[in-house]
């Protein structure tokens, strides 16, 4: 077993959260559930800040988003639980890989979309949704929305997530990491 091999298998360690590719991980979940905190704070989702309501006149009312009280990047737990790290030898040092689900990259950057979007109100309308798009192949139309208002809403022009970044190295971040390294190599 040649030094390189030595290293890597020392920086590896254990595993888990102590092991410096565990640490990327572990940092990025800190980030998600304290709402990025320490970059500054993820916007809001729109849900806690829209006031959709329907009907005119005495009719009109406000409707109550499934989503609203939410927190960006939490509302399923997905991201959180499919998130993995890991620690690859590369041929000048050591690459350390946060895999995360594939949706995780456009949350981490933001996007926009053109439309048409469909935004569900309540948890049955995305399920109706989810089903019929798996069945519906092509182009979306009218048919791929099947629920009516108070249940969804179609928004034609497209919308816009900001972005809610997952890993930054943030000075912190780096200090954890070079300590970590220092501890796998034996230093003190």
Known sequence: MGLREILLKRLQGAGGAA?????????????????????????????????????????????????????????????????????????????????VVDYAIAQHKGFSTRGPNFIPFTRKAVKQHAEKKRTKRGKPSAAVYPVTQPDGLVVGKGVTVPARPILVMTQNSKREVARAIARALGAR
């Open 19 to 99: 092991s410096v590719a565990g640490i990327l991980a572990k940092q990025a979940s800190q980030r998600i559930r304290s709402g990025g905190a320490d970059i500054g704070g993820y916007a809001p989702l729109w849900a806690n800040t829209a006031k959709i309501t329907v009907g005119r006149g005495k009719r009109k009312r406000e409707i109550t988003h499934y989503r609203k009280g939410g927190q960006p990047l939490r509302d399923t737990g997905n991201l959180l639980q499919q998130m993995s790290s890991r620690l690859e030898a590369i041929s000048n040092g050591c690459l350390l890989i946060l895999k």
